[in-house]
């Protein structure tokens, strides 16, 4: 399965991507993950990456493209994979097509998670991050037991840079303007499947999987 999950910043793309790598052990794919990854080794495609991600503004298509043909090469991903945070604009998704269809694969199925922007800020603000295992949580919904902790390894939680409200607003509305014309790119192409994001995590879940059928 080459699964798609589509939806704004905060929807709870990454936060499926975690439970379906444990219940179906697809690797994930997360371009944000990666971008993140660069940056703290200060290499210099981090260092670029850096200057769009603070303003909440997209990182160049080839600069990612490149980062998507690289690690899909990878044996694990030989069975399938779950692509969080990518694509993101129409020429990212042309460019996906192609290269599967070079190793002939296709996108399987896209996964829209839906959910309106008011609710999405207090998501995001309150988000912190396992600065060792990457664990996600949340400081008022899935909080830890112990605070600034991560309940799985010990190691501190931080706030991603970009999770500030200015740069909230900037990042959802570039989701409107270049990113959200997937749902119809995929729509035409008869892939789309379309989730409540608002609800539970453990209901987002079961109608994941039902997705997936
Ligand atoms: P990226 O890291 O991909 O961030 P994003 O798409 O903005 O998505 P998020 O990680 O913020 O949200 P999510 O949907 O994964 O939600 P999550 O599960 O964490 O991209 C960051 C930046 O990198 C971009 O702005 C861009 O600059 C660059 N970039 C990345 N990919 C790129 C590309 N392809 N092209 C160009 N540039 C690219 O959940 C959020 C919070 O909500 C958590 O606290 C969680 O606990 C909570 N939560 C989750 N689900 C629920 C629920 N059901 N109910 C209540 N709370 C929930």
Not at 12 to 25: P, V, W
Not at 164 to 192: G, M, N
Request: net charge positive; hydrophobic share 40%.
């Amino acid at each position: 399965m080459i699964l798609v999950l589509l939806g704004p910043p905060g929807s709870g793309k990454g936060t499926q991507a975690k439970r379906l790598i444990d219940e179906k052990h697809w690797p994930q794919l997360s371009t944000g993950d990666m971008l993140r990854s660069a940056i703290s080794q200060k290499s210099a495609l981090g260092l670029e990456a850096k200057g769009y991600m603070d303003k909440g503004a997209l990182v160049p298509d080839s600069v990612v493209i490149g980062l998507i043909a690289e690690r899909t090469k990878q044996a694990d991903c030989a069975n399938g994979f779950i692509l969080d945070g990518f694509p993101r604009t129409i020429p990212q998704a042309e460019a996906l097509d192609q290269m599967l269809a070079g190793q002939a694969r296709r996108v399987d199925r896209a996964v829209l998670f839906e959910i309106v922007d008011s609710e999405l800020v207090s998501r995001l603000s309150g988000r912190r991050t396992c600065v060792q295992c990457g664990a996600m949580y949340h400081i008022v919904t899935a909080k830890p037991k112990a605070d600034g902790v991560c309940d799985k390894c010990g190691s501190s939680l931080t706030q991603r840079d970009d999770d500030k409200i200015e740069v909230i607003q900037k990042r959802l509305a570039v989701y409107h303007q270049q990113t959200a014309p997937l749902t119809e790119y995929y729509r035409k192409a008869e892939k789309l499947k379309v989730l409540d994001a608002s609800l539970p995590a453990d209901e987002v879940n079961r109608a994941l999987h039902q997705a997936l059928k």
